[in-house]
């Protein structure tokens, strides 16, 4: 972790450096792409990586904290981190029965019906995560997953006749980056197969 947050913090901060980066991250090292990548979420706009240089006179630029990165070092041991198609992910550990208890899967696909992701995710799959949702419950395991407004009100017809052994929560979320539009509150839909208490971490106080 110190290695990766002095590599990160020795480069200077620099627009051409985080075009650069984005453009040779795939044809990196490990070590390298690890430092273009904590590069990169320092220095574009709302730590997307693929997003333009988000240096300003109003913004200083940040500075990689080898503390958050042994304490993340910490938690992922032993983590699977997957890069698969959602499909193949859910069918691997979200449908199986394990001898420890019920397995938890968290569920944050691109939010139905929001425009901005980098790759488009359409209405369709949204409807095959219902169905896996279903096959979630049951297996005898847990599901939660956080969606936009629309997906809450969409999410039950899809669920079909499974729909009574899943709970819609709203909850109030304040959007303060993005297009000036589309800043302000708003409500986003928590749909899982267990009820949740009012209080639940961050995410509901």
């Given at each position: 972790?110190?290695?990766?947050?002095?590599?990160?913090?020795?480069?200077?901060?620099?627009?051409?450096?985080?075009?650069w980066?984005?453009?040779?991250?795939?044809?990196?090292?490990?070590?390298?792409?690890?430092?273009?990548?904590?590069?990169?979420?320092l220095?574009?706009?709302?730590g997307l990586?693929w997003?333009?240089?988000?240096?300003?006179?109003?913004q200083?630029?940040?500075?990689?904290d080898?503390?958050?990165?042994?304490?993340?070092?910490s938690?992922?041991?032993?983590?699977?981190?997957e890069?698969?198609?959602?499909?193949?992910v859910?069918?691997?550990?979200?449908?199986k029965?394990v001898?420890?208890?019920?397995?938890?899967?968290?569920?944050?696909?691109?939010?139905?019906?929001t425009?901005?992701y980098?790759l488009k995710?359409?209405e369709?799959?949204?409807q095959?995560?219902a169905?896996?949702?279903?096959?979630?419950h049951?297996?005898?395991?847990?599901v939660?997953?956080?969606?936009?407004?629309?997906?809450?009100?969409?999410?039950?017809?899809?669920?079909?006749?499974?729909?009574?052994?899943?709970h819609?929560?709203?909850?109030?979320?304040?959007?303060?980056?993005?297009?000036?539009?589309?800043?302000?509150a708003?409500?986003e839909?928590v749909?899982?197969?267990?009820?949740?208490q009012q209080?639940?971490?961050?995410?509901?106080?």
């Amino acid at each position: 972790p110190t290695e990766l947050a002095d590599a990160i913090n020795a480069l200077p901060s620099s627009r051409v450096y985080q075009r650069w980066f984005q453009r040779e991250y795939a044809h990196r090292n490990l070590f390298e792409r690890a430092v273009m990548f904590g590069y990169l979420s320092l220095h574009s706009y709302n730590g997307l990586v693929w997003k333009p240089y988000a240096g300003s006179a109003h913004q200083p630029p940040g500075r990689a904290d080898a503390s958050l990165f042994a304490q993340a070092a910490s938690r992922l041991e032993g983590v699977y981190i997957e890069c698969q198609d959602f499909r193949e992910v859910l069918e691997r550990y979200s449908v199986k029965q394990v001898a420890a208890g019920p397995v938890f899967t968290y569920l944050d696909p691109p939010y139905l019906q929001t425009e901005g992701y980098a790759l488009k995710f359409p209405e369709e799959w949204h409807q095959e995560i219902a169905a896996w949702m279903v096959k979630i419950h049951e297996s005898g395991n847990l599901v939660l997953m956080t969606n936009s407004y629309a997906a809450g009100e969409a999410y039950p017809r899809w669920l079909g006749s499974a729909k009574h052994n899943f709970h819609v929560t709203y909850v109030d979320v304040d959007y303060t980056l993005g297009h000036a539009e589309s800043r302000g509150a708003r409500q986003e839909a928590v749909i899982s197969n267990f009820p949740l208490q009012q209080k639940q971490g961050k995410l509901f106080t």
